[in-house]
């Protein structure tokens, strides 16, 4: 139940006057800002002054409830008048009276928090307005209620001595005008470092924004210039790939002249040293051929052909082709049956190259044990996962996504032999994206690891125009140009196994 602290009879002019002198002094006794305490005397002086002119006077009753959360400043203004026509149309504030008192009780409205308005002929008008306590404001007591009661009654008198009442009212007015003066001088001065507050912000902002727009401008240029090296670095990687090849190739074929006695005997030493340079040649073409593919990739000049084939057949090609670079007898090289798998609708060639870089870096990274090279079809149906299992070094679970990535590599005790430069399992990742799949690794370091390679049983190309299933040389190209060797066919002797898992 809220706790009066004042109650003010409205008979004369001066009493208008006064229930908004004691209006602030109540409000700034309760804690509100000196801004506050101007709203709340402003709108009690607006309605006060409302029911002394139209209903021939009235009451105000200050309150104030302590025990409502948050706390409230409670006023109440009643009068014993006619009531107000037109109710609604002055809350909506579309009422507009000769006088203003439309504007003056929607005005008074805006600067409380809570304005209830009850009026008829009959009982008159009830105007009750609330201005809750500011919640940064400490919660006032009773004995604080107690206390601003005590100081409103020792508050003086303004009527001066040898003044008629007459007199005392106009100095209470000409007094309750000047506060007002300085009360909208101070809210003026507040208006005014708010604007100039605004005005800086709005400058800030506009500069912000500029700052935005250059460097937003900026990164446009810098995008531009990256696609720029991308393209030329891509152009460069095509034409030096073609250009190393050639060379190469005619390095390979004198080193085959002389190891084959061809040109004459070689001593011991002799085919030694042919066969070190024949083997770096070997090395320097598998790069070049990685470079060239991931050219040509990144290009989109590669073409995918998928033709109608059974894993049986690729299988025993990739048997051929990788059995002889098994030196080590304490490793063996297992092709799991393939019985039962369906035909599959791919680009053999690509495929072939993803496997065969795969089992070349087990084959790297494997000093006893197995590799196990497999096919299961999915549960879905509709894709086919190819595995390469080894019981090699294994890879740490934070280093398995670096070995997708282009130069990757993850030092171990084996590095310094098996070199690499870390472009296998990249060209793999992208190799199987252009069949429409991907790729991945299950590892466990010390252990052994299993790559994987899932994709689809019938590559679906767009404006597919294959021929139907197990149609032998079906194919539908894709690409710009067919310029260099993509992958070669299974079994080309010319394509020796390669990959880097570091």
Same mark, same amino acid.
């Given at each position: 139940?809220?706790?009066?602290?004042?109650?003010?009879?409205?008979?004369?002019?001066?009493?208008?006057?006064?229930?908004?002198?004691?209006?602030?002094?109540?409000?700034?006794?309760?804690?509100?800002?000196?801004?506050?305490?101007?709203?709340?005397?402003?709108?009690?002086?607006?309605?006060?002054?409302?029911?002394?002119?139209?209903?021939?006077?009235?009451?105000?009753?200050?309150?104030? +409830?302590?025990?409502?959360?948050?706390?409230?400043?409670? =006023?109440?203004?009643?009068?014993?008048?006619?009531? =107000?026509?037109?109710?609604?149309?002055?809350?909506? !504030?579309?009422?507009?009276?000769?006088?203003?008192?439309?504007?003056?009780?929607?005005?008074?409205?805006?600067?409380?928090?809570?304005?209830? =308005?009850?009026?008829?002929? *009959?009982?008159?008008?009830?105007?009750?307005?609330?201005?809750?306590?500011?919640? +940064?404001?400490?919660?006032?007591?009773?004995?604080?209620?107690?206390?601003?009661?005590?100081?409103?009654?020792?508050?003086?008198? #303004?009527?001066?001595?040898?003044?008629?009442?007459?007199?005392?009212?106009?100095?209470?007015?000409?007094?309750?005008?000047?506060?007002?003066?300085?009360?909208?001088?101070?809210? %003026?001065?507040?208006?005014?470092?708010?604007?100039?507050?605004?005005? #800086?912000?709005?400058?800030?902002?506009?500069?912000?924004?500029?700052?935005?727009?250059?460097?937003?401008? $900026?990164?446009?240029?810098?995008?531009?210039?990256?696609?720029?090296? +991308?393209?030329?670095?891509?152009?460069? %990687?095509?034409?030096?790939?073609?250009?190393?090849?050639?060379?190469?190739?005619?390095?390979?074929?004198?080193?085959?002249?002389?190891?084959?006695?061809? +040109?004459?005997?070689?001593?011991?030493?002799?085919?030694? *040293?042919?066969?070190?340079?024949?083997?770096?040649?070997?090395?320097?073409?598998?790069?070049?051929?990685?470079?060239?593919?991931?050219?040509? =990739?990144?290009?989109?000049?590669?073409?995918?052909?998928?033709?109608?084939?059974?894993?049986?057949?690729?299988?025993?090609? %990739?048997?051929?082709?990788?059995?002889?670079?098994?030196?080590?007898?304490?490793?063996?090289?297992?092709?799991?049956?393939?019985?039962?798998?369906?035909?599959?609708? &791919?680009? $053999?060639?690509?495929?072939?190259?993803?496997?065969?870089?795969?089992?070349?870096?087990?084959?790297?990274?494997?000093?006893?044990?197995?590799?196990?090279?497999?096919?299961?079809?999915?549960?879905?149906?509709?894709?086919?996962?190819?595995?390469?299992?080894?019981?090699?070094?294994?890879?740490?679970?934070?280093?398995?996504?670096?070995?997708?990535?282009?130069?990757?590599?993850?030092?171990?005790?084996? *590095? *310094?032999?098996?070199?690499?430069?870390?472009?296998?399992?990249?060209?793999?990742?992208?190799?199987?994206?252009?069949? !429409?799949?991907?790729?991945?690794?299950?590892?466990?370091?010390?252990?052994?690891?299993?790559?994987?390679? &899932?994709?689809?049983?019938?590559?679906?190309?767009?404006?597919?125009?294959?021929?139907?299933?197990?149609?032998?040389?079906?194919?539908?190209?894709?690409?710009?140009?067919?310029?260099?060797?993509? !992958?070669?066919?299974?079994?080309?002797?010319?394509?020796?196994?390669?990959?880097?898992?570091?």
């Amino acid at each position: 139940m809220a706790t009066q602290i004042l109650r003010i009879r409205l008979e004369a002019e001066e009493d208008v006057v006064a229930a908004r002198r004691r209006a602030r002094s109540i409000a700034a006794g309760l804690g509100f800002s000196p801004l506050d305490q101007t709203r709340i005397a402003s709108a009690v002086s607006e309605i006060a002054r409302n029911a002394f002119e139209y209903a021939d006077g009235g009451e105000v009753i200050f309150a104030f +409830d302590v025990h409502a959360k948050p706390q409230a400043f409670l =006023i109440d203004v009643r009068d014993r008048g006619p009531g =107000i026509r037109d109710l609604e149309a002055v809350l909506d !504030g579309s009422y507009r009276s000769p006088t203003g008192m439309g504007r003056g009780i929607a005005g008074s409205r805006r600067l409380m928090d809570r304005c209830v =308005i009850e009026s008829s002929p *009959q009982t008159g008008t009830t105007v009750s307005m609330a201005r809750l306590l500011p919640p +940064d404001r400490a919660d006032v007591a009773p004995l604080g209620i107690d206390a601003i009661v005590r100081s409103l009654m020792q508050e003086p008198a #303004r009527t001066r001595a040898g003044s008629t009442p007459l007199d005392a009212a106009a100095l209470d007015s000409f007094a309750e005008m000047q506060e007002q003066n300085r009360e909208l001088l101070a809210t %003026l001065t507040e208006l005014r470092d708010r604007q100039e507050e605004l005005l #800086r912000l709005t400058q800030e902002l506009e500069a912000t924004n500029r700052g935005v727009v250059a460097l937003y401008a $900026e990164l446009d240029e810098r995008a531009d210039e990256l696609r720029r090296a +991308d393209t030329m670095k891509t152009r460069f %990687l095509s034409n030096m790939s073609h250009e190393l090849r050639t060379p190469l190739s005619s390095i390979r074929a004198l080193s085959n002249l002389l190891v084959n006695r061809l +040109d004459g005997e070689l001593t011991e030493e002799q085919e030694r *040293q042919v066969l070190l340079i024949r083997k770096s040649a070997e090395d320097l073409t598998e790069i070049v051929n990685d470079l060239l593919d991931l050219a040509k =990739i990144e290009a989109g000049r590669t073409d995918v052909l998928p033709t109608s084939f059974r894993l049986s057949g690729l299988f025993a090609a %990739l048997r051929t082709m990788l059995t002889p670079l098994l030196a080590d007898p304490a490793v063996r090289l297992i092709f799991e049956d393939t019985e039962g798998l369906p035909v599959i609708f &791919t680009d $053999e060639a690509k495929l072939t190259q993803i496997l065969r870089n795969f089992v070349s870096n087990a084959l790297k990274f494997t000093e006893r044990g197995e590799i196990r090279v497999g096919a299961q079809l999915e549960p879905d149906g509709e894709q086919i996962r190819f595995t390469v299992a080894d019981t090699g070094i294994g890879i740490a679970e934070e280093h398995q996504q670096v070995i997708f990535e282009e130069f990757g590599q993850v030092q171990s005790h084996l *590095q *310094q032999r098996v070199k690499g430069t870390g472009l296998g399992l990249p060209l793999c990742r992208k190799l199987a994206a252009l069949l !429409g799949g991907y790729v991945g690794v299950d590892s466990k370091f010390g252990v052994g690891s299993t790559f994987y390679a &899932t994709l689809p049983v019938r590559l679906v190309l767009p404006n597919d125009a294959a021929g139907p299933e197990g149609t032998a040389g079906a194919g539908v190209p894709v690409g710009l140009d067919r310029a260099g060797d993509a !992958g070669g066919a299974p079994g080309d002797p010319a394509l020796a196994a390669r990959g880097d898992r570091a």
